[in-house]
């Protein structure tokens, strides 16, 4: 059975940090290249940052760059978003997205930034 669980969301003031987690099971990892999304209330859901199989592309959306890093541990089969400098807008649910021929989604963690 696939299963993405993600874990260390929470509430967090301005500024703080975060660090996000997303176990996986069920399928072979280090093959998949590994996402994570937010969706805002409102809001279309938005790829947040991804890196490849391999570890060596990584990419980010423009209003996290120098605050979110992405990783991944294929020996543990988890891979984590640092979320540091944490502003209101970045409050969401945050999903784990594993994509190679198929894709599975996690269930998603909140992230609520406010003072």
């Known amino acids: 059975q696939v299963q993405l669980v993600e874990s260390g969301g929470g509430l967090v003031q301005p500024g703080g940090s975060l660090r996000l987690s997303c176990a996986a099971s069920g399928f072979t990892f280090s093959t998949y290249a590994l996402n994570w999304y937010r969706q805002a209330p409102g809001k279309e859901r938005e790829l947040v940052a991804g890196i490849s199989s391999t570890g060596r592309t990584i990419k980010y959306l423009d209003s996290v760059k120098g605050r979110f890093t992405i990783s991944r541990d294929n020996a543990k089969n988890t891979v984590y978003l640092q979320m540091n400098g944490l502003k209101p807008e970045d409050t969401a649910v945050y999903y784990c997205?594993?994509?190679?021929?198929?894709?599975?989604w996690g269930q998603g963690t909140q992230v609520t930034v406010s003072s």
């Open positions: 997205n594993a994509v190679w021929n198929v894709a599975y």
